[in-house]
């Protein structure tokens, strides 16, 4: 004769049996430390040859600051300013050349920097270059491939083709008929004046100058 088990006896089977179904949780895995990120390098500008042209600056020099300011990272760049027209600032060394025009009614405020004088770039200088490559002696074409979005305008004497950042802030390409960079104008708005000072500058023969006014 087969004997029924009690009911209590069968509940908690059917219970203990349940319980052995339920997965067992795992422990967390140990979280890895996170690594201290390095701190990036201070940049440094006192190699003028490596100065990155960028919207609103070329190396230390900041349209809208202080040329004082910035003389200290000039390294191996003189500094020569016009007594008849103060406002015009020559910065040179035997690789690199770049004029600088202060604010009218104050001579430390840089209104703009220019790399190029409107003509075939000395092989013997380095050409500075923005930060995606264009420089004096650049092709109409890789100014179009670097800054797809760039504006042409005509100068007084050669087209201008002008890139923004959207901040206030432009470089502009002088472009010549032969659809070479002739000069780079970093400032705040899209133009190039088509003198800078110039009729003292040439009048006096300075070296920077290759046509008359």
């Known amino acids: ?11 908690l089977l059917l219970l203990a049996g349940c319980a052995s179904l339920e997965p067992v949780a795992s422990s967390p895995a140990p979280t890895a430390a996170t690594p201290a990120a390095t701190p990036s390098p201070t940049p440094t500008f006192s190699d003028p040859a490596t100065w990155i ?11 809208g600051g202080s040329l004082a300011a910035a003389e200290p990272s000039f390294g191996s760049l003189g500094l020569e300013r016009q007594d008849a027209c103060p ?5 040179s060394d035997p690789e690199v050349t770049l004029w600088v025009m202060t604010a009218q009614g104050d001579d430390d405020v840089i209104d703009q ?19 995606n490559g264009i420089a004096v002696g650049s092709t109409l074409a890789e100014v179009t491939a670097a800054y797809p979005d760039v504006v042409e305008s005509q100068g007084t ?3 201008i083709f002008s890139a923004t950042d959207g901040s206030g802030a ?11 960079v002739s000069s780079i104008v970093v ?3 899209p133009t190039v004046d088509s003198e800078y000072c110039g009729w003292f500058v040439c009048r006096n023969a300075h ?3 290759t046509t008359s006014p």
Do not use: H
Request: hydrophobic share 40%; glycine share 8%; aromatic share 10%.
């Open 1 to 11: 004769m087969i004997k029924q088990a009690p009911l209590f006896s069968v509940a």
């Open 53 to 63: 042209i960028d919207y609103g600056r070329v190396g230390p020099l900041v349209v």
């Open 87 to 91: 406002s015009f600032v020559i910065l």
């Open 113 to 131: 920097i220019v790399l190029g004088n409107g003509s075939v770039p000395d092989p013997s200088q380095t050409q500075l270059r923005t930060g």
């Open 157 to 159: 004497y050669s087209r």
């Open 170 to 180: 432009y470089l502009n390409f002088s472009v010549s008929d032969s659809d070479i």
């Open 187 to 189: 400032r705040s708005t």
């Open 207 to 209: 070296p920077l100058c």
